[in-house]
């Protein structure tokens, strides 16, 4: 049995790092980088670096720090896998083969793909031949309707596809992906725990790896995701930004509940 | 890209912390100020309580917690707040950069006698600061880099020595101003907040001359012990946990300074300053609402007048009009305490006009066809900023001479 994973995730809007809610409100963290060092130095199992801009501009707004401001996001991820030595999955804005060279030639191990794979499901097929599956983690995000179903919502979670979550994952993962990162927009910054219902639903579904993400706000949800989500790995974006040593204090709780995770 | 300002307060989109604005133009740190209202103040005060039961050493074997104070009117007020309400017994740390005012000196000295506390005053050989004054101006346009270094780093070794776990300290102010992160986070101290938003990403070592060609001030690792903030490992060996009084209390500067000087004898600044229209802040440090923060207004196009019009208009003291009054008022000018630095570092005024220049943000500035520099105002329409010289006019700065050897 594989060991569970936790990972931090990193939500970058216009070069700065995030701390994001429900998909829509966004503070300001800081630069790409000093986080990375310090997820380096805790020794985190691996990274998720999303790029989540929705116009070209990537500025850090001041030019007096040591980290330089970088105007694309290929700079800025070149920068990142410097710092970077766990392994690093780099997604957002990915729409063609050539963006994920890109990446991958830029110190990307894996790539998430979202609104791309939404618009050509044959996109995942192709990218992962070239790549393999491991380099490819489709990215799905869940938003509840009024009627209380769940629905894949794509385009930074503001467009509907009609798609069950399920239905989707089961789709992705006929069409060669690697691995599902599964967000929920409701409970994105809310810190009430993870849409468990949800991560059991999807978890159950494909035999390929899910990531649960979203709604993480105590350490103690990170196990549930796991236990009772039967997710493979538990991520989470605002809580690894709020303490010292955040990663190892969530590790550190996972083991306390019995979770088979790195020491 | 054009400047934007905060529909609700006077902040620029060109901020040094970093704002986010919302649909309708809110910036994120109103936002967060609004989130106030909202919230429980009892249950945290309760929190709180709980907290320190849990840290409090109950033999009497060690102090129950470290609050870093600079003797200015925060650190009464932590103060006041562990001692009296909490009952805490702490001990008090203080970085001293060598730039107090007077009453700020006197302020900081007095704590001790008012609160009945421990006290550790730890100073830097002059000769490092002048070279790490001068050193950081030419680096990142800041001189008071060692201040915001010394304030985040000796506190904290000083909690790993004693083995002190809690540290205290006021209030997070990217969080206030900026709205960096919600209050709902109860946001720590971290390694990561001193040295990317207090130190702007440099460190100890990157003072040291091989990383400093054509500045070199010949700087020692030797110099700088002070200034090496604890490994990771003596982190959690220690359980060092840094909070944040400003999660549980609801902050109020102006209410908090008519506390602790009607109830303690707090001292305001007896002169004016020349940035800022508040008296009762930043009297540790005369460069901080001086000199620095001109460099703020040289980057940013904004000072520390807006930040205080900020928390007035957030806290209902003050109109947006009467604010950016204010602003209009204070944010461009060069104060008086450049006259002490110059001589302090033994620098021209002209070397620190063009060293300053370099820095000039091109988010914000633009030269005009005369040569002088041009900013967009708050108030609407662009203003040249022509820059007076200070050395050689009659102008009095008596009152930052003096500097009393701290007792």
């Keep these: ?263 | 890209m054009a400047i934007r300002y905060c529909t609700r307060c006077v902040y620029p989109s060109s901020s040094a912390v970093p704002l986010q604005f919302d649909e309708n133009g809110v910036c994120s740190g109103c936002r967060v100020a609004a989130q106030k209202h909202k919230i429980d103040w009892d249950q945290r005060a309760e929190w709180l309580k709980e907290l320190a039961d849990e840290y409090r050493v109950r033999d009497g074997s060690n102090y129950d917690c470290i609050i870093p104070v600079s003797g200015g009117k925060d650190s009464w007020f932590q103060t006041y707040y562990v001692k009296e309400v909490l009952g805490l017994n702490p001990l008090l740390v203080t970085y001293n950069g060598n730039n107090y005012l007077e009453v700020g000196l006197r302020n900081l000295k007095r704590m001790r006698e008012v609160f009945g506390v421990d006290h550790i005053f730890f100073t830097p050989s002059p000769q490092t600061l002048i070279k790490l004054n001068r050193l950081c101006l030419k680096k990142m346009g800041d001189m008071n880099w060692h201040a915001h270094c010394g304030i985040f780093t000796y506190p904290v070794q000083v909690a790993v020595q004693y083995k002190i776990p809690l540290i205290v300290w006021g209030e997070h102010g990217f969080l206030d101003l900026g709205g960096m992160f919600s209050l709902s986070d109860m946001i720590e101290m971290t390694a990561k907040f001193r040295l990317e938003h207090a130190q702007r990403g440099f460190d100890w070592f990157d003072m040291l001359d091989d990383k400093n060609p054509g500045m070199e001030e010949g700087l020692q690792p030797n110099e700088l012990l002070w200034a090496r903030y604890p490994s990771d490992e003596e982190l959690e060996d220690a359980e060092i946990r840094g909070i944040y009084l400003g999660n549980f209390v609801n902050w109020d500067a102006n209410k908090q300074t008519d506390l602790i000087v009607e109830k303690y004898g707090f001292e305001v600044s007896p002169e004016p300053f020349d940035r800022t229209y508040r008296r009762m802040s930043n009297l540790d440090d005369m460069h901080e609402n001086g000199m620095h923060d001109y460099l703020k207004f040289i980057k940013f196009g904004y000072g520390r007048a807006s930040d205080h019009v900020c928390k007035d208009i957030r806290s209902g003291k003050l109109t947006r009009e009467e604010g950016i009054e204010l602003v209009r008022q204070y944010d461009h000018v060069k104060s008086r305490d450049l006259l002490r630095w110059l001589e302090y570092v033994n620098m021209s005024e002209d070397e620190f006009d063009r060293i300053a220049d370099t820095f000039r943000d091109p988010r914000v500035w633009e030269k005009n066809e005369d040569g002088e520099w041009v900013k967009e105002n708050i108030w609407g329409g662009k203003s040249a900023y022509p820059v007076p010289k200070l050395t050689g006019s009659n102008i009095d700065w008596s009152h930052l001479q003096k500097q009393p050897i701290p007792g």
């Design chain 1, 1 to 263: 049995m594989l060991k569970k994973r936790l990972i931090p995730c990193l939500f970058l809007k216009n070069g700065f790092l995030v701390r994001s809610e429900k998909f829509e409100y966004h503070q300001l963290l800081g630069n790409a980088i000093h986080q990375v060092e310090r997820f380096n130095a805790w020794e985190v199992d691996e990274l998720i670096y999303i790029d989540i801009t929705s116009d070209d501009v990537y500025d850090i707004r001041r030019d007096d720090l040591k980290v330089k401001s970088e105007d694309n996001i290929l700079t800025i991820l070149e920068a990142v896998s410097k710092t970077c030595f766990m392994p690093l999955t780099f997604g957002g804005r990915i729409r063609s083969i050539q963006d994920i060279h890109d990446r991958v030639s830029r110190g990307a191990d894996k790539v998430t793909v979202n609104t791309q794979a939404i618009l050509d499901p044959g996109f995942i097929t192709e990218a992962s031949k070239i790549f393999g599956s491991q380099a490819i983690i489709v990215s799905i995000d869940v938003k509840s309707t009024k009627q209380e179903e769940y629905e894949v919502f794509y385009n930074h979670g503001k467009t509907a596809t009609g798609l069950h979550p399920v239905e989707w994952a089961r789709e992705a993962e006929k069409r060669g992906a690697g691995e599902i990162f599964l967000n929920s927009i409701d409970r994105d910054g809310s810190a009430e725990g993870y849409d468990i219902e949800l991560v059991r639903q999807v978890s159950d579904a494909v035999r390929i790896p899910v990531i649960a993400c979203g709604g993480v706000g105590q350490f103690k949800h990170f196990s549930q995701g796991i236990v009772d989500g039967n997710a493979d790995a538990v991520a989470a974006g605002n809580i690894f930004h709020f303490t010292e040593l955040s990663t190892k204090r969530a590790r550190k709780e996972l083991i306390k509940s019995g979770v088979d995770v790195r020491n």
